[in-house]
């Protein structure tokens, strides 16, 4: 019998557990390296070099090169390492937020302002499943017309 | 006389909340809010100033790296520099500690079978500094010395609620066998929803966390067996900070069976700062 992980049912969220933690241990050591500014002037000249310095797979370091915090999320990264590349890059943490969620900079920032993501709907994969299958599902209605 | 505690603080501690004191903008709209909701607390603190703060936070990959991971560690130092956590340390002053107390706690809550992780080298991130700040402006010195209680609340499985409650029992008994005559606070900092990470960034939820607050004043045994998903699935994966709260709770007469419930000095909810839903409250034990 597994460990029991009853988070992996809610949507677009991943738990940084030990399995995770794990599998990112040396791409969020990476990201804790850029809090020394020698180490960040080294990333910004040659950021495919310092990255090679790394015992991080091909995937992780390509998301760092992307900036693709959901691929490093993925990977085992947590946020307040990646914050460290924001930081880097003089990004704020609502920027880095944000930037997972697909929305605009400024649509995310006007959620927030409004009172942020309502948890309604947001609970359960399932209920994300639905809405994808309802969109998908009026989608497939539109085109047949 | 023994050290006694006579009040406990609670707040989030959005590192945004101290750019913005830092940088001059506590009176832009977006702000001014926020910090009107503080005024009450601390106008109150100036009056009821403690002779030491047993501080409860979390470290955010600033101290701890994943090179060690302490489930609960207690800062015995004397100084506690302000961490540059990557955009240059805040122009706060640096935190001074009681080491003597602070030893004493941790022999004490040790031999209780909590295994508090002794520190001595221990740069504080907004996550100790940003209380500070909320609750005593930008003096050239804090008022007071700090103990810090850092909590992982970073790496999953952080410690259950119902744990951190008796953390906060032991932290009580440690600190009525301390002969000096010490008026102590405890406060427990974080929270409270708020998700940083995934498509689901940017939640909140107003609901729980009022339910929150309600419970942590008047029902924290009960809140204290909410289990883990429960905080994650309704208040986002960073809201499990909150769980920090009811160390500071656990520490009240009421609980120890020593007086009765504590008094509401001040409640306030705001949302938002950046992606966090803040909540505040002080509690104190009746005179």
């Given at each position: 019998m597994g460990l029991d992980k009853p988070y992996l049912d809610i949507p677009g969220t991943?738990?940084?557990?030990?399995?995770?933690?794990?599998r990112g241990y040396s791409l969020n050591q990476f990201c804790m390296s850029l809090m020394d500014a020698a180490n960040r002037e080294r990333f910004k000249a040659d950021e495919r070099a310092y990255l090679d310095e790394w015992d991080m797979t091909e995937e992780q370091k390509q998301g760092v090169l992307d900036r693709d915090l959901n691929a490093l999320i993925a990977t085992g990264g947590n946020i307040y390492f990646l914050a460290k590349i924001g930081a880097t890059d003089g990004s704020s943490f609502?920027?880095?937020?944000?930037?997972?969620?697909?929305?605009?900079?400024?649509?995310?920032?006007?959620?927030?302002?409004?009172?942020?993501?309502?948890v309604e709907g947001n609970r359960y994969l399932h209920e994300w499943d639905g809405a994808a299958a309802e969109a998908e599902a009026a989608a497939s209605q539109e085109a047949q017309r | 006389m023994t050290a006694r505690i006579t009040s406990t603080v609670y707040t989030s501690?959005?590192?945004?909340i101290g750019a913005a004191m830092d940088h001059g903008k506590t009176d832009e709209p977006y702000w001014a809010p926020l910090?009107?909701?503080?005024?009450?607390?601390?106008?109150?603190?100036?009056?009821?100033?403690?002779?030491?703060?047993?501080?409860?936070?979390?470290d955010h990959a600033t101290a701890f790296s994943l090179d060690i991971i302490p489930t609960f560690a207690i800062g015995t130092a004397a100084h506690f520099p302000v961490a540059d956590e990557g955009w240059g340390p805040r122009p706060v002053p640096d935190v001074v500690g009681a080491p003597e107390l602070a030893s004493h706690i941790a022999q004490s809550v040790i031999q209780q079978d909590f295994d508090l992780t002794i520190v001595n080298r221990l740069p504080v991130d907004h996550g100790l500094t940003v209380p500070l700040s909320l609750l005593f402006g930008q003096p050239d010195a804090w008022p007071c010395p700090v103990i810090p209680i850092a909590v992982n609340v970073v790496q999953y499985p952080v410690p259950s609620g119902r744990r951190?409650?008796?953390l906060g029992k032991a932290i009580r008994r440690a600190l009525s066998s301390y002969d000096d005559d010490l008026n102590v606070q405890v406060w427990g900092t974080g929270g409270?929803?708020?998700?940083?990470?995934?498509?689901?960034?940017?939640?909140?939820?107003?609901d729980f966390d009022s339910e929150f607050l309600d419970r942590l004043v008047a029902?924290?045994?009960?809140?204290?067996?909410?289990?883990h998903i429960e905080y994650v699935r309704e208040a986002g994966s960073e809201?499990?900070?909150?769980?920090?709260?009811?160390?500071?709770?656990?520490?009240?007469a009421d609980l120890a069976g020593e007086g009765p419930a504590p008094e509401v000095v001040h409640r306030f909810q705001h949302v938002p700062a950046s992606n966090t839903s803040v909540g505040h409250l002080v509690l104190r034990e009746p005179a």
């Open positions: 991943t738990i940084f557990d030990t399995e995770q933690a794990r609502q920027q880095m937020a944000g930037s997972m969620t697909g929305m605009s900079e400024d649509d995310y920032r006007a959620m927030m302002v409004a009172g942020g993501r309502s | 501690h959005v590192p945004a910090f009107e909701g503080y005024e009450p607390s601390r106008a109150w603190m100036a009056d009821n100033t403690p002779d030491v703060i047993v501080l409860v936070y979390n951190c409650l008796e409270m929803s708020h998700q940083l990470q995934g498509m689901r960034a940017g939640l909140i939820n107003r029902d924290p045994e009960g809140l204290a067996d909410m289990p809201g499990i900070e909150l769980v920090m709260w009811l160390i500071a709770r656990g520490a009240m």
